[in-house]
Structures are given as structure tokens and as C-alpha cells.
């Protein structure tokens, strides 16, 4: 289902969103997970659990759902 797919994670760097993309890579194979959060430190600490060269789909972009 979730196979070649675009996934949209917000607040993708709390302790759900770290899980959920474990489990998730798991099981799937994602085309893209943007993961979106306004952390830019558990952006970079992410990073660094998931390199980009042994996870190439993943995407990180700082912002807030709450933003304009």
C-alpha cells in the first residue's frame, strides 16, 4: 500500500515520528518521506541515525504546520 509512495511526516522528529520511520522502512519501500518539523537539532541528530547514503528517500524540512 504504502510501496513507491510520497509520505508526509509532521513533527517528524519526536519520539513517535523516530519509531514510526523505523517500523516504516521496515516494512515498506517509500519512493520519498518528507519528514517536517521546526527542530533543527533532531533534524540534524535524525541525519545522523539516517545517513543519506543508506537512506536516500528521506527528505528533511524545517517548518511549522502552524506557519502561513
Do not use: A, C, W
Amino acid at each position: 500500500m504504502f510501496n513507491n509512495k510520497t509520505i508526509l511526516i509532521t513533527g517528524g522528529t519526536g519520539s513517535f515520528g523516530n519509531r514510526f520511520i523505523e517500523i516504516f522502512l521496515e516494512k515498506f519501500k517509500p519512493k520519498k518521506i518528507i519528514i517536517y518539523s521546526r527542530d533543527e537539532y533532531k533534524q540534524h541528530l535524525m541525519q545522523e541515525k539516517f545517513p543519506q547514503k543508506n537512506y536516500p528517500m528521506l527528505r528533511f524540512f524545517l517548518g511549522d504546520v502552524r506557519d502561513l
